[in-house]
């Protein structure tokens, strides 16, 4: 039992070692791919389709403000108070999921960095504890500016299209740097689902979603980073 013990201790030294050392690379490296990235390619190749990977990658100084601003509005407006979860957001996504309503997440920005950039897609509850892991690693070794610099670079926003530069470029044919208040708000209303829905058919509910996006935009105020 002791040797099994010393095993699993050293085992457990490396894991914590080798991931705490990933995510303070991240904090200065931008991530080149993430798994969802090579999984939708193998997808597309499965189709009959072409590998596609559309993505470039900005720093923070040139996303556009109100692109900044839509994405915590339509995902996670306690992102600059919360230190990666958001514990009302948990306990009514579980009590939705547990009347059998639609399933929702409730994963705040954080989390869905963390799940982007260094899981598997995945709903299982060792990827949940994963997420929640990693999700505590960047929230103390990266700051909220960097958490949501890489958000907005490597997060799914269409077929094969990847952050907010190439979202833009792809939707309206400019950088994401010139991005109105309406154009932002649009494509945060399609986050959830982007290969769903898109801003170039936007449907009455992805409307609607814009709608309450712009709204609590206005309520928001200033991000103070």
């Not at 490396?14 to 791919?33: D, K």
């Not at 077929?159 to 994401?176: F, H, L, M, R, V």
Request: hydrophobic share 45%; net charge positive; aromatic share 14%.
């Amino acid at each position: 039992m002791k040797k099994i013990a010393r095993i699993a201790g050293r085992i457990l030294l490396w894991f914590v070692s080798a991931t705490v050392l990933w995510v303070i690379a991240y904090r200065f490296i931008n991530p080149p791919v993430t798994f969802l990235m090579i999984q939708r390619n193998f997808e597309r190749k499965a189709e009959g389709k072409p590998f596609k990977t559309d993505k470039k990658w900005v720093s923070f100084e040139d996303i556009s403000d109100n692109m900044k601003r839509a994405a915590v509005s339509a995902e996670d407006q306690l992102f600059l108070k919360h230190l990666g979860f958001d514990v009302k957001a948990i306990e009514k996504a579980f009590q939705s999921n547990q009347k059998g309503k639609r399933v929702k997440g409730g994963s705040t920005i954080s989390q869905q960095t963390a799940k982007n950039v260094f899981l598997w897609p995945g709903r299982s509850w060792i990827r949940k504890g994963f997420e929640a892991y990693f999700t505590m690693l960047i929230e103390i070794f990266w700051n909220k500016e960097r958490i949501l610099e890489v958000y907005l670079n490597v997060i799914e926003m269409g077929d094969g299209i990847y952050g907010a530069e190439a979202a833009s470029q792809a939707y309206y044919g400019k950088s994401c740097r010139k991005l109105s208040r309406s154009q932002a708000a649009l494509i945060a209303a399609c986050f959830p689902n982007p290969r769903r829905w898109t801003p170039e058919k936007a449907t009455p509910y992805i409307l609607h979603r814009k709608y309450l996006i712009m709204r609590n935009m206005r309520r928001l105020g200033p991000l103070d980073f």
